[in-house]
């Protein structure tokens, strides 16, 4: 009796551990796969963020998009800002010489100490948005304090060049895209100050008339250098003997300005 049960037990032992010996293999038969790489909760995280990339990436380029118009927007936004799209007029000769966000610009506002005003461009040129919202930026918090500070007068308009031109550095035939290429770049020849026929003036950059407006265009020249990536202009080389080349080309360090 004692002996039969010991036997059962020992039996029911061996049962329960053959059973759990079946259960263990069937467990890892089927865990196995799961537990042992640790890939079943791998998978999963691996196949989330698998697709998350593509996502990443699609949402990575509307933006790149919206923000461009959103500088269009911004810009026309403002009021005193004479801004449009460039028409397809402004189509690229090439994909190299293509503008992001092509804007003619006509004027651009500026606070004058009478109040909201004016800085005309003339003839309006057709450059990137992003190159109209930095002239933009240095008109109204540099150029217009300058010129109050250096002849009592307000500045009225700038006489440009060089708006969108396929074309490489100084006309050459060979060698860089100029940044003129892509709309990223504008060329001043003279500043008007005041109304011209009211006894205003205009200052050329080629040739200044005496002191006041020599150094008038050293202090341009040098507020320009704060605002744009690169600042040529008489003095550079001949190519720039006439007027002041401002661009807004992106170098590797944010930093490292060319300024001539
Ligand atoms: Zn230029």
């Known amino acids: 009796m004692w002996q039969r049960s010991l036997l059962r037990r020992s039996f029911r032992a061996a049962a329960v551990a053959t059973s759990f010996a079946g ?17 079943p909760p791998r998978p999963a995280s691996l196949s989330a963020p698998a ?9 990575a380029e509307p933006p790149a998009k919206s923000e461009g118009s959103a500088c269009v927007r911004n810009l026309t936004a403002v009021a005193g800002n004479q801004i449009r799209a460039a028409g397809p007029a402004a189509k690229p000769d090439s994909e190299e010489c293509r503008v992001v966000d092509p804007v003619v610009v006509e004027a651009l506002a500026v606070r004058m100490s009478s109040g909201p005003g004016q800085v005309r461009l003339v003839p309006p040129p057709t450059v990137s948005c992003e190159l109209a919202q930095a002239v933009s930026r240095w008109l109204d918090t540099s150029l217009q304090p300058l010129t109050r500070g250096a002849f009592g007068g307000e500045l009225t308009a700038l006489r440009v060049g060089g708006g969108h031109e396929c074309r490489r550095r100084n006309r050459q035939m060979q060698g860089q895209l100029s940044e003129h290429a892509t709309g990223r770049a504008l060329d001043i020849f003279a500043f008007e100050i005041g109304n011209e026929k009211l006894g205003g003036k205009a200052v050329s950059v080629e040739r200044p008339s005496g002191l006041e407006q020599t150094r008038f265009l050293d202090a341009v020249r040098q507020s320009a250098c704060g605002a744009f990536m690169t600042v040529l202009g008489p003095g550079s080389d001949a190519a720039h003997a006439n007027h002041l080349h401002v661009d807004i080309q992106q170098r590797r360090a944010a930093s490292s300005r060319f300024c001539q």
């Open 23 to 39: 259960v263990g293999q069937a467990w890892s038969r089927e865990v196995q796969p799961v537990t042992i790489p640790l890939p």
């Open 51 to 59: 697709p998350l990339p593509p996502a990443a990436s699609v949402a």
